[in-house]
């Protein structure tokens, strides 16, 4: 029976990718992933030589339907995204999903956990999160104040994702609808200029604006 490894990748720091996940992409015949640029950089620090293909959110039914092929004559296989875990907001999650529906039980897939900006961005945030709401990407426009209506609404820790294209506009729509709740800004985790920024929004936007506005950026908001 083939494999499918789901395979965490550093979110900054290559320091931070696991021994098994090493081992894993050593040992698969194929390595999927969002951009080879990118995967190539992480390969070459470990001294990984497999063929790489490009899987990502432009891919279509046919790239899809030739991974289920190299699965089905045996192949094991494993998906990286360009940080972090893959298929959490990402497009491996409909890939998993063909997996899944094609060949049930008759292909292992394999988590390799490991790096998480959301799980990181908790982690420090100081606030209690046994129960939060992941968000992923906001909406640029069709349905965002609806998702801002619903961060306001919503009773747990909030986390989500944002671009530094948008993230001064995001920090005054949120600040419109939760006023002074407390809110945790996380950017360029875990590489050399990692910042967290805290406060409420308004305060978070005020010191970012003194700041290079770089990388992504990992925003947590507290429980009502």
Excluded: W
Excluded at 102 to 112: H, R, T, Y
Excluded at 163 to 187: A, F, G, M, N
């Amino acid at each position: 029976m083939p494999s499918f490894f789901i395979v965490s990748t550093p979110i900054g720091n290559l320091n931070d990718i696991t021994k098994r996940a090493i081992n894993t992409l050593k040992s698969v015949d194929l390595i999927l992933c969002e951009d080879t640029r990118v995967t190539t950089k992480l390969l070459d620090a470990y001294n990984i030589k497999k063929p790489l293909q490009s899987y990502h959110k432009y891919s279509n039914l046919n790239k899809i339907n030739h991974i289920l092929n190299l699965l089905e004559k045996g192949q094991n296989i494993a998906l990286v995204s360009d940080a972090g875990t893959p298929a959490i907001s990402d497009p491996g999650s409909f890939l998993v999903s063909e997996i899944v529906k094609k060949f049930g039980d008759n292909i292992k897939i394999v988590p390799i956990p490991g790096p998480s900006a959301i799980l990181a961005a908790l982690s420090v945030s100081g606030f209690f999160a046994d129960r939060f709401r992941f968000f992923g990407f906001l909406p640029h426009k069709k349905g965002r104040q609806t998702a801002f209506k619903n961060i306001a609404d919503e009773k747990d820790v909030v986390v989500f994702y944002e671009s530094k294209h948008r993230i001064e506009k995001t920090l005054i729509e949120l600040y419109e609808v939760i006023r002074d709740r407390q809110v945790v800004l996380c950017r360029e985790l875990t590489k050399a200029f990692e910042t967290i920024y805290r406060g409420t929004a308004k305060e978070i936007l005020d010191k970012l604006k003194k700041d290079k506005i770089k990388g992504e950026f990992v925003v947590v908001v507290d429980k009502k």
